[in-house]
């Protein structure tokens, strides 16, 4: 069974902090795939990255910015100098392949103050 | 790139009524789509695998009677909540996989979702 864990419920920062969101996730197979999606108020769910297991090298987009640390199964959001417009809840999932279904994580959800 | 439609996008019944939502790849042809529930201030759940030409593929704990799941052509999924009642009201979504066979690897795009309030 696959389980995602994002033990931080909610966070609060002010405009232009940094701010990282914590993903732990569970799975017994050899490779799989991490996500992270975006889902404003509105909400659709916007694609943010993709990761498979056997690539660890960590990626910058941006203000944005993941660690995956297969050694701890943790694969971390950064945003660098946050924005109101970053005020969303973020979801960590993972899937044993390309398209399968998704297993999510509870949902960070982060509030970003002027 | 791959839209995904989902109409409607918030819907508002009666009790005991039955309503019916659609999930359409745009540009794409998807084999298979997923139909996830999000309750408020949670995550989304695995609903079903819609599998076209073929019976879709519950989770445990989904009722296959209560949601009815049809996946007719290439491009259209529908999910129709049946006798709806208020423990009902959630927010559905769909994705729909983008098979891009020796192109890449599959892409799941989502579609915007429908938010369903049984009065």
């Known amino acids: 069974a696959q389980k995602v864990t994002q033990a931080q419920t909610e966070i609060s920062v002010v405009e232009k902090e940094d701010v990282t969101l914590d993903c732990v996730y569970e799975?017994?197979?050899?490779?799989?795939?991490l996500f992270w999606y975006k889902q404003p108020p509105s909400g659709e769910l916007v694609f943010l990255i993709r990761?498979?297991?056997?690539?660890?090298q960590n990626e910058i987009s941006g203000r944005y910015s993941w660690n995956f640390q297969k050694s701890t199964s943790s694969f971390n959001f950064t945003i660098t100098a946050s924005q109101v417009v970053d005020s969303a809840v973020y979801f960590c999932?993972?899937?044993?392949?390309?398209?399968?279904?998704?297993?999510f994580g509870q949902g960070t959800i982060l509030t970003v103050h002027p | 790139g791959a839209v995904v439609s989902q109409h409607p996008s918030w819907v508002i019944c009666k009790s005991g009524t039955s309503v019916k939502i659609e999930c359409r790849s745009l540009d794409f042809q998807a084999t298979t789509m997923f139909w996830y529930r999000q309750f408020p201030k949670q995550s989304l759940m695995l609903m079903a695998t819609?599998?076209?030409?073929?019976?879709?593929?519950?989770e445990q704990g989904v009722e296959k009677d209560k949601f009815l799941i049809n996946h007719a052509s290439l491009t259209l999924s529908t999910l129709t909540v049946t006798s709806a009642h208020p423990e009902d009201s959630s927010f559905y979504i769909c994705?729909?996989?983008?098979?891009?066979?020796?192109?890449?690897?599959?892409?799941?795009?989502f579609g915007a979702g429908s938010r369903l309030t049984v009065l």
């Open positions: 990761r498979n297991s056997f690539d660890e």
């Open positions: 819609s599998n076209e030409g073929s019976k879709a593929t519950y």
């Open positions: 799975t017994r197979d050899t490779t799989y795939y």
């Open positions: 994705s729909a996989r983008e098979d891009r066979g020796l192109l890449g690897a599959n892409v799941l795009t």
């Open positions: 999932a993972l899937t044993p392949y390309p398209g399968g279904k998704l297993t």
